[in-house]
């Protein structure tokens, strides 16, 4: 299942009005009362760090790259990311991989998500989303927020340029240094983003698949 981008007409500060093409969010989850419970469990189990409590709820094979990491094994490495596996000059990038990881997982959770015809459940939503043709989907990012400030700087106290309603815009370039994005909208607006309300379409998503009666992650994978 698809979600199509619908289109509102923004006004600027400079009077100007653009069509640019938003994705509220979406979550079927309801529709199957069992994905819901299961859904909750996971979570908590992702909250508390419950690597084998996760582990249960994934299937044998869960694929976690294209290169063909997969299984258990690279789920728990890829949780636990081991200084170790490191070389000794970047050992200290662990610690930053593995909250980054985890903080992965629990968002793909929480953004809601869509059931497919086949039965199985993808999220986050702004996987589903059908984005217009002319956009590089390496450069496809999501507003995840409702009211979500664009700024002249990349800094919170920048000028606020207009206030983003779950737009889909394109991607920049990264600010070093800061927790901020540079975007540009349909109009040709550029400004920049808190990193934690913009989301690239190929960021990391799951997919859920029920059998005999037991819901379980079957991909967690980032990339194209």
């Not at 299984?71 to 970047?90: C, K, N, T, Y």
């Not at 800061?178 to 975007?183: A, I, K, N, S």
């Amino acid at each position: 299942m698809r979600v199509v981008l619908t289109c509102l007409a923004l006004a600027f500060p400079i009077g100007l009005a653009a069509q640019s093409p938003t994705l509220p969010p979406v979550d079927e989850a309801e529709k199957d009362d069992s994905f819901v419970t299961y859904r909750a469990a996971l979570i908590t189990a992702v909250v508390a760090r419950d690597i084998d409590s996760i582990i249960t709820m994934t299937t044998d094979d869960i694929l976690l790259s294209f290169g063909g990491a997969e299984g258990h094994d690279a789920l728990r490495a890829f949780l636990e990311v081991d200084a170790d596996q490191f070389s000794p000059e970047q050992k200290h990038e662990a610690p930053a991989l593995r909250e980054r990881n985890w903080a992965e997982l629990e968002t793909v959770l929480r953004l809601g998500g869509l059931f497919r015809a086949d039965g199985t459940f993808v999220a986050p939503y702004t996987f589903a989303a059908e984005q217009p043709n002319d956009m590089d989907p390496f450069e496809v990012m999501f507003i995840t927020g409702d009211g979500v400030a664009l700024r002249d700087r990349p800094i919170r106290f920048g000028e606020v340029l207009t206030r983003l309603n779950y737009d889909v815009v394109t991607f920049r370039n990264w600010v070093t240094g800061t927790q901020f994005v540079e975007l540009e909208m349909a109009d040709g607006t550029k400004g920049f983003v808190h990193r934690d309300f913009a989301r690239f379409l190929l960021d990391y998503r799951a997919i859920f698949a029920k059998s005999d009666g037991v819901w379980k992650m079957t991909h967690f994978i980032a990339g194209d």
